[in-house]
């Protein structure tokens, strides 16, 4: 892997001018997994689009997010699991550790070096919509200019429909010295080949932990920062424990309810962090991973009354944005803020495709979720799996969510271990599960595991929560034995059942 500041960006192929027409039935500005799904669904029902990428196609998940950042995970996990099962331990000198040149070896193979053209490129391009390359911007009602590095620009018309799916980027927080230090973002945590000797990681949430757990198998020293009261605030508080006590056994040193004051890049390139408090912190580099903000700058939406201050793009369940009757404007995937996953973009990549040509073929179109055209899962029931060591797996309410949409739940919790674990990992440290069933009808709204190889058993209660199915009806569902689902077993007797 090249360092990150030598990456082409902006490669100069797919020049606008090599597109056949400069009018589409759908103009797409972004590249993720959205505008894939629906682009792909779309040609196939005879339309035509064209998707406008600034940076490298395929957005952030293949290249910055997702697939490089699991990639570095997995090692660390398969490693701890191997090292837990008898015949196949005494194989492994564990004291050697991971082979971490083999494990960036690997994430470099999952991201095609970073090669659009090796992987995203011709995937995208299946599809069968066209690519461009350059900045979209809105310049009128289905009007986009396209802008490329060079300067030259191009107007393009949509028939139908502009979709913006621009996804997100980092928010670095206003911290005196820490955008003068560089520190890391995601995208440098996610392709470095090197591992820095002692790591500050600066926030808690789903991908702080997450570079926490790949770090620290690395074998860097590694400090979380937080100003939350514990980890992982948007899961359950006992998930957010467990995974901070795993954390403080493997050697990381968190600070939690804390705040970063100052930052400062030393001469010889180690980082200064003063902490609200406590006693100031020397490391090798600092990985800001403190939230996100929707990518709404220049491209245009302010003449359409739209914020641009990196809110999210308010949309109805048929992922319009509600600015006239015409209903020519989407917003799909991070951008819209309702779904910040892949898999969220997905979702909504198949509803647009559904709302796109309902509305090319009926007048009195209206939004339902019973035919697919109106996004109902990401109120209700998105889930979602955070890849530290152990896993966390959550779909729908907790108990805080349920608490502030006033809704009465009651909650019921057990050990995630079966003899399936047990069976799988010598040693395998108890875990737990924990279901949210709504109090008057007794249907589950939302659940939540945490331990080793827990995430395969989340999808079974996003199908229950989506399905509304009641505690009674998932008494006869019966799990396999031996397995990780049985954890189902030890939610039901904790239940009463």
């Known amino acids: 892997m090249p ?24 103009i797409y500005i972004g590249s993720g997994w959205s505008t894939h799904v629906s682009a792909t669904r779309l040609t196939k029902a005879g339309m035509t689009s064209v998707i406008i990428e600034a940076e490298l196609f395929g957005g952030e998940c293949p290249f910055w997010a997702c697939v490089p950042s699991k990639a570095l995970l997995r090692p660390g996990e398969a490693f701890d699991e191997v090292q837990g ?26 991201t095609s070096n970073w090669d659009e053209e090796k992987m995203m490129v011709p995937y995208i391009a299946s599809s069968g919509a066209h690519l461009v390359r350059g900045y979209g911007k809105l310049i009128g009602v289905k009007k986009v200019k396209v802008t490329t590095s060079t300067g030259e620009s191009f107007i393009l018309t949509a028939g139908q429909a502009v979709v913006v799916c621009t996804g997100s980027e980092p ?9 003068e230090a560089k520190p890391w973002t995601p995208r440098e945590a996610v392709s470095t080949s090197d591992v820095p000797k002692h790591l500050l990681v600066l926030g808690a949430g789903v991908v702080g932990c997450e570079m926490v757990s790949a770090f620290a198998s690395f074998g860097a020293k590694v400090t979380l920062v937080s100003s939350t009261a514990e980890i992982l605030p948007r899961v359950d508080p006992e998930a957010g424990a467990i995974i901070r006590k795993r954390f403080e056994k493997q050697g990381v040193n968190v600070h939690l309810s804390t705040t970063v004051t100052r930052v400062q890049r030393e001469e ?18 600092i990985l800001v991973a403190a939230g996100r903000k929707s990518r709404t700058n220049g491209i245009g939406l302010e003449q359409f009354g739209l914020a641009i201050d990196g809110s999210p793009i308010n949309v109805d369940d048929s992922l319009c944005v509600p600015s006239d009757s015409s209903s020519w404007l989407y917003a799909v995937g991070d951008v819209n803020g309702r779904s910040p996953t892949t898999h969220g973009a997905k979702y ?46 959550s779909v729908g309410l907790t108990r805080q969510k349920a608490a502030a949409a006033g809704r009465k739940v009651k909650e019921i919790t057990a050990l995630a271990k079966t003899e399936g674990a047990e ?29 080793d190889n827990v995430a395969e058993l989340l999808h079974a209660s996003t199908v229950a929560v989506v399905g509304g199915m009641t505690l009674e009806q998932l008494a006869h569902a019966i799990p396999s034995f031996p397995t990780m689902s049985e954890v189902y077993l030890n939610l039901l007797e904790a239940a009463g059942f």
């Open 85 to 110: 099962v008898g015949g196949a331990k005494e194989r492994v000198d564990s004291a050697k550790g991971l082979d971490v040149d083999a494990v960036m070896q690997r994430r470099d193979t999952w």
């Open 423 to 451: 069976l799988r990992m010598d040693g395998y440290e108890d875990g737990w599960a924990q279901w949210i069933v709504d109090a008057e009808s007794g249907k589950l709204v939302g659940a939540t595991f945490v331990g």
């Open 171 to 179: 928010l670095i927080p206003k911290i005196p010295g820490l955008t």
């Open 348 to 393: 909504h990549g198949r509803i647009l495709a559904k709302v796109l040509l309902a509305r090319k073929n009926g007048a009195n179109f209206e939004p339902k979720e019973a035919d697919g055209t109106a996004a109902a899962a990401d109120r209700y029931a998105i889930p979602q799996v955070i890849f530290t060591h152990p896993n966390v797996a």
């Open 3 to 26: 360092p990150y500041n030598t990456i082409n960006l902006h490669p100069d192929s797919h020049h606008p001018s090599s597109l056949p027409t400069d009018t589409f039935d759908v």
């Open 268 to 285: 010889d390139g180690s980082l200064i962090a003063e902490l609200a408090g406590k006693p100031e912190v020397k490391v090798s580099e």
